[in-house]
């Protein structure tokens, strides 16, 4: 049965659309077939770590949004661009990362309920074994309807007490949104804290927290040109990320 896995957070730069990527690679790894939609409409990102710009990227999630086509016409099979050794699939619908479009979004928005039927649309036809939605920062109606409709949220956050504020504010929604599982990741944690910061984030949410991502210097280094478990799979980070991924699909 396909699952559906939203990754969120509340502020920005936590490291959502790398740990989606992430996720994606190691289930495609393992012979599922993944679909990652980025619905961050108006600050889209996660084509980058599969190396896709604007040259090269037709048809994107807002022109099915705006009825142009189906949601799976904007569907890109991305699989050769993590390696040789993909026993599965992944198919990556990116959201419009031209001006005019994303102003667009701003001005006009969109209807929020097509996501719904776009999501069932895609596991169905594309025939997922998991759809990772990499959602848009904070709380908005399009965020409300990713976390109410997954059977997993991540919910990302870093050691920094804006985060740890917010991340108050999900939880308690997420929960009353009645989501079947939950998990807390910790990201840009200082190595000499990951254990201190685990036990303290989780006594604070009453929340598992499912994986602490160190502070990596090759991570900043990468600086999202690729996906990392793919680029590093030796990598300490990399096996969190494994464990992480292991904890989802259990």
């Known amino acids: ?86 026993k599965g699939k992944v198919f990556l619908i990116p959201s419009s990362i031209k001006a005019g479009e994303i102003a667009r979004v701003l001005r006009e928005g969109y209807d929020v309920g097509l996501l719904n039927d776009g999501f069932d649309a895609l596991i169905k036809n594309l025939n997922l074994d998991l759809l990772v939605i990499d959602t848009h920062p904070g709380l908005n109606e399009e965020t409300l309807l990713s976390i109410a409709i997954s059977d997993t949220l991540v919910l990302i956050m870093r050691p920094d007490q804006q985060d740890y504020q917010g991340t108050s504010v999900t939880v308690e929604v997420a929960r009353k949104l009645d989501v079947p599982q939950m998990y807390l990741m910790v990201n840009k944690v200082p190595e000499k804290l990951m254990s201190a910061v685990k036990q303290n984030v989780e006594s604070t949410y009453n929340c598992e927290v499912a994986a602490v991502i160190p502070h990596s ?12 478990s793919s680029k590093y799979p030796d990598h300490p980070v990399t096996k969190i990320y494994q464990q992480l991924t292991n904890r989802i699909l259990a």
Not at 62 to 75: F, P, Q, S, V
Not at 217 to 228: E, H, I, K, P
Request: charged content about 15%; hydrophobic content about 40%; some cysteine.
């Open 1 to 86: 049965m396909s699952k559906i896995i939203s990754v969120h957070s509340f502020r920005g730069g936590t490291g959502k659309s790398n740990t989606s990527a992430n996720i994606a690679y190691l289930c495609a790894l393992q012979g599922l077939s993944v679909g990652v939609v980025d619905t961050d409409i108006q600050s889209p990102g996660i084509h980058v770590l599969f190396g896709m710009d604007e040259e090269n990227m037709g048809r994107s999630l807002n022109d099915y949004l705006w009825g142009k086509c189906a949601i799976e016409e904007t569907a890109y099979d991305v699989t050769a661009s993590l390696g040789a050794n993909i």
């Open 217 to 228: 210097d090759d991570l900043m280094t990468l600086a999202s040109s690729g996906v990392f």
